[in-house]
C-alpha cells in the first residue's frame, strides 16, 4: 500500500505564473488535508476535503488560493499569481474516514514551492 | 483556539544522554496528541500517536506521556545518538475540527 504522494517535489515559479501542486492520498482514504510550512515556521492547516467536497477552508488565504478534491484523481492545490511569499513546503495528508476519535494523518513527502 | 507550544525551541546534548521535550495544548478537548520527525528539508516521520484515552505510547527507545487535564505531553528519548539530530514537532488533533495543530518544535542536535 502506497503512502500518500505528492508531486511534483520540488516546483520553481516565477512572480505572477500560476502553481499546481497535487496529492494522491493512501489508498482507501477519502479525507485529504493541506498544510503549509513557511521558513522557520511549523505546519499551518490550510484546507480539508472530501470527494468533491470542501469542508474547512478556514485556513487558506482568501485570495488566490483554491483546493479541489475530484471524484476521480488527485486533490489539487492551486496558486494562482504567485509571489515570493507563496514560498514554502505544502504538505497533504490523508486519513480513512473518521470514526471515534482513532484517527491518524498520513503525510505525504510535501512539495517545496520556490518563487522567483 | 487551540494552541500548541513546544519546549525548548533548541536543544543540544551528547550522545548517551536521555532527553525530554516538551509539548503544551490550551484546550484539553482533543482526539489525540502525535509526535513527529522532521529532517531538514524533508517530510513528516510520525513517531508516536497517543489517543486521548491513553496515558503512553512508547515505540524503542521513545515514549509519549500525555496528561489531557493539564494540557502536557513529553516525548523521552533514551540513550541519544546523533542520527537522532532532526526537529521534533508535536501536534494535536482538536475536538470538533478536522485538523491538526502543530507546535513549531524542538530542533535537537545529538553530538557524537
Known amino acids: 500500500n502506497a503512502g500518500v504522494m505528492q508531486n511534483p517535489r520540488h516546483l520553481v515559479r516565477r512572480r505572477g505564473q500560476e502553481a499546481r501542486l497535487r496529492c494522491s492520498p493512501m489508498?482507501?482514504?477519502?479525507?485529504v488535508y493541506w498544510y503549509r510550512q513557511l521558513p522557520e515556521e511549523g505546519l499551518k492547516f490550510m484546507v480539508y476535503?472530501?470527494?468533491?467536497?470542501?469542508?474547512?477552508e478556514s485556513g487558506m488565504p482568501k485570495e488566490r488560493f483554491s483546493a479541489e478534491f475530484p471524484k476521480e484523481g488527485p486533490s489539487i492545490l492551486r496558486i494562482q499569481q504567485v509571489v515570493r511569499g507563496d514560498s514554502a513546503a505544502y504538505f497533504c495528508?490523508?486519513?480513512?474516514?473518521?470514526?471515534?476519535?482513532?484517527?491518524?494523518?498520513?503525510f505525504g513527502p510535501g512539495t517545496r514551492l520556490t518563487v522567483l | 483556539k487551540q494552541e500548541v507550544t513546544q519546549i525548548p525551541a533548541a536543544l543540544s546534548v551528547p550522545e548517551g544522554e536521555n532527553l525530554v521535550l516538551n509539548c503544551s495544548f490550551t484546550d484539553s478537548a482533543i482526539y489525540n496528541l502525535q509526535w513527529f520527525r522532521q529532517d531538514p528539508g524533508k517530510g513528516l516521520t510520525s513517531l508516536l500517536l497517543?489517543?486521548?484515552?491513553?496515558r503512553e505510547q512508547t515505540s524503542g527507545r521513545l515514549n509519549a506521556s500525555l496528561d489531557k487535564s493539564s494540557g502536557r505531553s513529553t516525548l523521552y528519548i533514551a540513550a541519544s545518538q546523533p542520527g537522532d539530530s532532526a526537529t521534533y514537532l508535536c501536534a494535536v488533533w482538536h475536538t470538533g475540527f478536522q485538523k491538526l495543530v502543530f507546535g513549531t518544535g524542538t530542533r535537537l542536535l545529538v553530538s557524537p
Open positions: 495528508a490523508s486519513s480513512p474516514p473518521l470514526a471515534g476519535g482513532n484517527n491518524e494523518q498520513f
Open positions: 489508498k482507501g482514504h477519502s479525507h
Open positions: 497517543i489517543q486521548s484515552s491513553q
Open positions: 476535503l472530501q470527494k468533491e467536497n470542501i469542508i474547512d
